[in-house]
């Protein structure tokens, strides 16, 4: 995201492209290793009463680094009936989603990978890519526990594909820009009744669709209330049990991964993005301390994700695509014609 | 869907117990302290201490032992070896009979069978052996876990002091030699 | 050994055979999924061989045997103290339950009557166990349904339970304790005022579990409805415990015959739910625990002074003659039959472990359910692999 700061640098086509993949891989790969130090292992230990890794470096910050040093000396063990050009493809194909999805993100007024008016639309037609992964995941493995949890994990995306794009709707038509930087712009410069002190972050009108959003996340994440696919008790690991090593790992990073990115999505979406009241949108220094409003609003989001998934158990698959078609779909359904309501007449 | 609340109350439950771990001394105090919030024991570093009656580990008073293999038949898995032989010992007061004394040449107990039942410690007449909360003694090498005899009277170091019993109690309590 | 002949025999096998060739040959329909020996969720080694249409259970049987010991053979050379020993591991969780009905028949067959204390401390360690394996059941049907939170908690309040077992026996898991005629030792000074405060915990744990799980709606979402036992179809299987009292049936060996413990000098209730489904089996169990709590505490303010081992030999040889002591046990109703022929060792024990009869009735119960529900249904009829192969 700095890249655009350099660009007066240097307007070269190829360093520029540099600078940009390069902060993606940044973004994503940073932002998911903290994640998981901080979320994974350090908070969901204290909410289980203990205290997770302490022995890797100080109160255990280092142990995402000898956790990726174990997986890498690990044997990469190929079952002998599975296919073995979609079983080894599997982990990439999610993981580039999870890198596509990261282009649309706005980090500052200037910071910014792509500007692009297709925004949220775009993001929200790439996420549906690592369905593809899992089910090769799935399939690839030769393995009975594997092709169930591919399958169940196949029906259930694509189930609450649509409430997470519902629900981005009304926001759309709040905004009337799908361009994610517009969408920031329209929450900085926006007011509540007449008060711009804190601008008009969308979760105060749209609070059904942020609760929409939040739910369709956690499924899309297969995160706990909603994963089946990995019901850990059941299927060991669902679509990831033939993997091991680099691949598994690959797999992990692309969860957290995905569980920042789309947290930072729901950030710009409802929570203002990368401004702050107070301080104007325009101004410079918003590219330096944009990102990081951003990471901090991306932790908030996402402890409240992992809170979720480590507080409740899981729903049956009859269950899960009963909640999505028969209730979320129509409350965001609802939410547009209010929205739309308001917006025309109000 | 039903009442939601439910729900909520549960992640009450799990987001009382975060702020309970990161802060143990509650709202006076909000300085984040998880090592102490927590409620397990960071086991290299700190140790808990079993109880009084905590069967660690078996250790022999080597006075005592007459050789009446009343353990070494009592045990449920046959660890324990016994070799003695017999030795005349000086009269109790002059002009009396010579005594016969056993001597031990080899107690063994192999705790790599041993089921840390008890049998033995209880049978035993003569109040040789005793329980020793010590639990640290494990070896690479299995065969080192065969303690002999000066081994196990080395543990009797260890070997905590009777308790009193609770009121009530028509126990007598017993006493622990002196090494 | 039978009086068929062998022809007749060969002529039985090979029809088996053929029909299993047949079936084979003609299984076009389902998918063999082999739930175990290694796996998360069976509560031990158990393997249950589903065949799956879709995600739907034709027909489940369950294998059992993976971890059979061979202690009813074991019994017959080991003598009476060294039983007591081996049979703590039957069920490891409550493991002093397990010694109970086995010295109660013994001393049924001595004509010996431990004193009193022995009795009212006896009931306390039986309750304690009661309380630290049905704790760990709590916690762990959270997570046979998906919340992994709620079984950190079960550990880290079992632990008090134990550091008590252990104040008292030495031991954690295997107390080795009783003894015939009483118990081996008596409790430390300040033991008492201690269990107090553990009870109030596991009661502070059993309102924490209350809201977290029970009142969770996606709780009840997976288990209201699923996996119902009629009260006489569960009767007629042999469910025993929690499992049968779930289904509204009122039975409870500690009640109807307590037998050497102090049940009659407490004032308690038996819980029962009208439906029989995996939430009624929590939920039971839930109040068991609360239960066995009060229980606790109303023992502890009443021990009676005295001594706490009767006159027995030193040496024990149980007389001549056949006895069989059933308690109600943390999983189900345990029961030993104890046959003596007058030696040191008993000629024969037969064990009615709970888990294995509670296990029967998951082949009719299995079918028809979708593959997410064999676990909650196998978590909530709650087993433990010692209990059932023994």
Redesign the interface.
Same mark, same amino acid.
């Given at each position: 995201m700095i890249a655009s700061l350099l660009a007066s640098w240097n307007d070269d086509y190829w360093v520029q492209t540099l600078l940009r993949v390069g902060a993606g891989l940044v973004a994503v790969i940073l932002v998911a290793g903290t994640l998981v130090m901080l979320h994974l292992f350090k908070?969901v230990?204290?909410?289980?009463?203990?205290?997770g890794p302490?022995e890797a470096g100080p109160f255990g910050s280092l142990q995402l680094l000898a956790e990726v040093g174990k997986h890498l000396q690990k044997e990469d063990i190929l079952p002998t009936k599975a296919d073995k050009f979609v079983f080894s493809a599997a982990p990439f194909v999610v993981l580039s989603s999870t890198f596509l999805l990261v282009v649309v993100l706005p980090g500052g007024p200037d910071a910014w990978f792509i500007q692009n008016d297709l925004g949220i639309y775009l993001a929200m037609a790439v996420s549906s890519v690592s369905v593809i992964g899992i089910l090769m995941a799935g399939w690839g493995s030769a393995n009975?526990?594997s092709l169930?949890g591919g399958l169940r994990a196949t029906g259930q995306l694509i189930a609450y594909e649509l409430p997470l794009i519902l629900a981005v709707v009304g926001v759309v038509i709040q905004a009337g820009t799908m361009n994610l930087q517009g969408i920031v712009f329209a929450q900085a410069d926006g007011e509540i009744f007449g008060w711009g002190g804190i601008g008009n972050p969308y979760i105060l009108t749209q609070f059904v669709a942020f609760f929409i959003f939040m739910i369709a996340m956690q499924a899309e994440l297969t995160q706990?209330?909603f994963?089946?696919p990995i019901?850990?008790?059941?299927l060991?690991s669902g679509y990831m049990t033939e993997y091991s090593g680099m691949r598994f790992l690959l797999f992990f990073i692309a969860e957290f991964a995905t569980a920042g990115v789309f947290s930072a999505i729901a950030a710009v979406l409802f929570l203002g993005g990368w401004s702050v009241p107070g301080i104007d949108p325009t101004d410079n220094i918003m590219n330096v301390l944009g990102p990081l409003v951003m990471f901090l609003k991306v932790i908030v989001l996402t402890f409240i994700v992992f809170?979720?998934r480590?507080?409740?158990?899981?729903?049956?698959?009859?269950?899960l695509q009963r909640?999505a078609w028969k209730?979320l779909i129509p409350l965001s359904l609802a939410n547009i014609v209010v929205t739309a309501i308001f917006k025309v007449w109000i | 869907?039903g009442l939601v609340p439910g729900?909520i109350k549960?992640?009450g439950?799990?987001?009382g117990?975060?702020l309970?771990?990161?802060f143990p001394d509650g709202i006076k105090k909000p300085i984040p302290n998880?090592?102490k919030?927590?409620?397990?024991v960071?086991y290299p570093h700190e140790k808990e201490e079993p109880t009084a009656r905590a069967r660690g580990v078996i250790a022999l008073h080597e006075e005592n032992c007459t050789s009446c293999m009343l353990c070494a038949r009592e045990c449920p898995d046959w660890c324990i070896y016994i070799e003695g032989h017999k030795e005349k010992a000086p009269p109790r007061r002059a002009g009396g009979k010579t005594r016969q004394k056993n001597i031990l040449d080899r107690f063994d107990i192999d705790f790599a069978l041993c089921m840390f039942c008890g049998i033995c410690v209880e049978v035993c007449p003569f109040e040789a052996l005793f329980w020793s909360p010590e639990y640290e003694f494990s070896e690479p090498r299995i065969a080192d876990l065969l303690h002999d005899k000066s081994r196990l009277s080395e543990w009797m170091e260890t070997v905590p002091d009777f308790e009193d019993y609770e009121a009530g109690s028509e126990a007598k309590k017993l006493k622990v030699p002196p090494t | 050994m039978t009086d068929i002949s062998d022809r007749q025999q060969l002529s039985y096998i090979a029809a088996q055979a053929a029909d299993a060739r047949v079936n084979l040959e003609l299984e076009t329909e389902g998918?063999t999924?082999n739930i175990g020996p290694q796996?998360? #969720?069976t509560h031990g080694t158990l393997r249950i061989v589903a065949k799956l249409d879709g995600?739907q259970v034709i027909a489940a049987d369950p294998v059992m045997g993976y971890m059979h010991r061979g202690y009813e053979k074991l019994t017959e050379v080991r003598t009476y103290p060294q039983v007591t020993t081996l049979i703590n591991r039957i069920d490891w969780l409550g493991s002093f339950a397990n010694e109970v009905p086995f010295i109660l028949a013994a001393e049924q067959l001595m004509e010996v009557e431990a004193p009193p204390r022995a009795q009212s401390i006896r009931t306390i360690l039986f309750e304690m166990s009661r309380i630290a394996n049905v704790v760990l059941f709590l916690g762990d049907m959270?997570?046979?349904?998906? #919340?992994?939170?709620p079984v950190?908690?079960a550990f880290?309040d079992r632990e008090h339970i134990l550091n008590q077992i252990e104040a008292v026996t030495g031991g954690r898991f295997h107390p080795n304790f009783d003894r015939i005629g009483g118990l081996k030792d008596d409790l430390p000074a300040g033991w008492i005022s201690e269990t107090k405060q553990v009870m109030k915990k596991m009661r502070a744990f059993c309102d924490e579990i209350e809201t977290?799980?029970l009142g969770?709606e996606?709780?009840q979402?997976?288990t209201r409805g699923i996996g119902v036992i009629p009260a006489d179809i569960g009767l007629q299987y042999g469910l025993s415990g929690a499992n049968i009292r779930a289904s509204g049936v009122d039975w409870d060996v500690r009640r109807d015959n307590p037998c050497g413990l102090a049940y009659d000098q407490v004032d308690w209730k038996v819980w029962t739910h009208p439906d029989g489904d995996s939430f009624s089996r929590f939920w039971v169990r839930l109040q068991e625990t609360r239960e066995a709590t009060k229980i606790v505490d109303q023992l502890l303010d009443t021990i009676p002074a005295g001594p706490v081992m009767a006159k027995v030999p030193r040496i024990i040889k149980v007389p001549a003659g056949e006895a069989y002591v059933e308690t109600e046990n943390p999983l189900g109703v345990m029961g030993y039959y104890v046959v003596s022929k007058g030696d040191l060792v008993p000629y024969r024990v037969k064990i009615r472990s709970a888990s294995f009869n509670n296990m029967s009735i998951s082949p009719w119960l299995l079918k028809g359910v979708?593959?997410?529900?064999?676990?909650t249904i196998l978590a909530s009829l709650y087993f433990i692999l010692g209990d059932i192969d023994r």
């Open positions: 908070m230990s204290f909410m289980q009463s203990r205290l302490m009975k526990y169930l706990a209330p994963d089946m019901a850990e008790s059941e060991v809170w979720v480590f507080t409740f158990p899981r729903f049956r698959e009859d269950q909640l209730f | 869907m729900l549960g992640l439950v799990t987001g117990t975060i309970r771990t990161v998880p090592v919030g927590a409620e397990t960071q | 998918m999924l796996h998360p #969720a995600e959270a997570v046979q349904v998906g #919340a992994v939170t950190f908690f880290r977290l799980v969770n996606i709780f979402a997976r979708y593959v997410p529900d064999i676990i």
